[in-house]
């Protein structure tokens, strides 16, 4: 049975989640924009709804990682199973966020293990929890895990196992991007471009291949270059790639994934008390 506590965590993660969905424009991503569009009106808003539905999942997992205490075979075991119950309850209010769900429920049960954990504790735990295999996962490969055979980019679990090192990446982006004065819609464009200049999305690749995936990463690294959101040829830069994306149909699903998990954990660090010695 979850706590208020893993309640909490659950709360977050949702935030977390439609925090980056409310950002805008995200290049070649659902946002705000497309609520003035009649065809793509019905997939935002279901994507803002089915957000909410990941939170049953989310406070489960905490509780489950409550429960364990140690980033475990059993632990990975049990979140795999609440995630696919999770991921089947979000199909039925509208779908999608399945990268979210496995970056964010690793995160939430990685920040469970310790409440008073800052962002390198989480991230740590998570790679943990991550290196162990779920032996009641499904044998049918994903599109993911094939499209990372196939080209050998490390994709969500590899992602996962390194410690998720483009949460990292954005986390570092949103703290220089606030320094700098950059408003909060700002900062995180940042980070999400910051993720995507690197990120070998397999979304991506699966629609664009290799050199779809170059693309996108240069043009993310042209609008940094440029200045990022807060310059005037960064913004521009910026909607130039939101409508070549666009154009292509091509979305960097992955980064939207990891840049609500960097938010997930910038708001541990921002809520948690201080570290008792």
């Not at 490390?154 to 996962?160: C, D, K, N, W």
């Not at 979305?251 to 541990?268: E, K």
Request: proline content about 5%.
């Amino acid at each position: 049975m979850s706590s208020p506590e893993d309640e909490a965590l659950a709360l977050a993660a949702v935030d977390a989640l439609t925090g980056q969905l409310a950002l805008a424009p995200k290049p070649g991503l659902p946002d705000p924009r497309d609520l003035g569009a009649r065809a793509t009106h019905r997939d935002h808003c279901s994507l803002r709804w089915s957000a909410r539905a990941l939170a049953p999942g989310f406070a489960a997992m905490a509780a489950a990682a409550r429960r364990t205490g140690e980033p475990s075979a059993q632990l990975r075991a049990e979140l795999g199973a609440i995630g696919r119950c999770t991921e089947h309850s979000v199909g039925l209010a509208g779908g999608g966020h399945r990268g979210a769900l496995w970056t964010l429920g690793l995160l939430v049960a990685a920040a469970a293990l310790d409440p008073a954990a800052r962002s390198a504790d989480v991230t740590t735990a998570a790679k943990r929890i991550a290196a162990h295999s779920d032996r009641r996962a499904p044998r049918r490969p994903s599109r993911g895990s094939s499209v990372s055979a196939k080209y050998g980019a490390a994709g969500a679990r590899g992602e996962a196992r390194a410690g998720f090192p483009h949460v990292r990446r954005a986390l570092d982006a949103l703290a220089r991007s606030r320094r700098a004065g950059a408003d909060e819609s700002e900062a995180r464009l940042d980070a999400l471009l910051t993720v995507m200049s690197t990120l070998q999305d397999t979304e991506l690749l699966y629609a664009a291949g290799p050199l779809g995936l170059r693309h996108v990463q240069a043009g993310a690294r042209g609008v940094l270059e440029a200045g990022g959101t807060t310059t005037d040829a960064g913004r521009e830069a910026l909607l130039a790639l939101d409508a070549d994306l666009h154009a292509r149909a091509w979305s960097p699903r992955g980064s939207a994934g990891l840049l609500a998990g960097a938010l997930f954990v910038n708001a541990l660090a921002v809520t948690a008390g201080p570290r008792t010695a």
